[in-house]
Structures are given as structure tokens and as C-alpha cells.
């Protein structure tokens, strides 16, 4: 009657092996769903990264004022009948460029040569 038991219980052991560490058990089943939801969350960021870039595209194709908005942010550009007003922050001394030297006309174009 012990050697029935312990065969049963090999068989037990046996039968749950696959199960447990497999190919297509438990644990490896558990870690393909944990891969992906993380695929999933990377997924959804770039889908909304996407979206954006989309509407941005759109934007430009269709409308002046996308472009207008990219020229003054990124490029610095102004329209013609605009005045550009820089604001320092406070306790910060502008930058002065050094004023040119007056020289003769005749002085300068001996340098250049």
C-alpha cells in the first residue's frame, strides 16, 4: 500500500510539472501577460505622441496661423509690422554689444585689404 502512495504521489509530481514550469505553464504565462500591459501602456504613449503630431501636420497644411505661431516660437521671426519687446528678468543686466569704432572711411578700407 506505501509503494501504491508513493507512485501516486510521483504521479501527481509528474502530471503538474508541465503546468507549473512548462512551455505554456503558469509562470511563463503570467510573465507574457505582464509584457503585455507594459506593451500596451508604451503602445498608448506613443499613440497619443502620434495624435499630436498628427493634429500638428493638419494644422500646418491648413492654416496660417500654426505657421505664423512655429516662425515666432522657434525662429524668433516677427511680422513686419510688429515692434519686438524683450523682457529681462529681474536682477539680470542686458547684454550690450560694444559699440563700433568711428574710424575715417579711408581707415576702414585699408584694413579690409
Request: hydrophobic residues 50%; glycine residues 6%.
Amino acid at each position: 500500500m506505501r509503494w501504491l502512495a508513493i507512485i501516486f504521489a510521483v504521479l501527481i509530481v509528474a502530471l503538474q510539472y508541465p503546468m507549473w514550469l512548462g512551455k505554456g505553464g503558469w509562470l511563463q504565462v503570467r510573465e507574457t501577460d505582464r509584457q503585455i500591459v507594459l506593451q500596451r501602456e508604451a503602445n498608448a504613449k506613443l499613440k497619443a505622441r502620434n495624435d499630436a503630431l498628427d493634429a500638428d501636420v493638419r494644422d500646418l497644411k491648413t492654416g496660417s496661423e500654426a505657421i505664423e505661431e512655429r516662425a515666432r516660437s522657434e525662429l524668433g521671426m516677427i511680422r513686419s509690422d510688429e515692434v519686438f519687446f524683450q523682457v529681462q528678468p529681474a536682477g539680470t543686466a542686458p547684454a550690450v554689444a560694444p559699440a563700433p569704432a568711428l574710424t575715417a572711411p579711408g581707415a576702414k578700407a585699408a584694413a579690409h585689404r
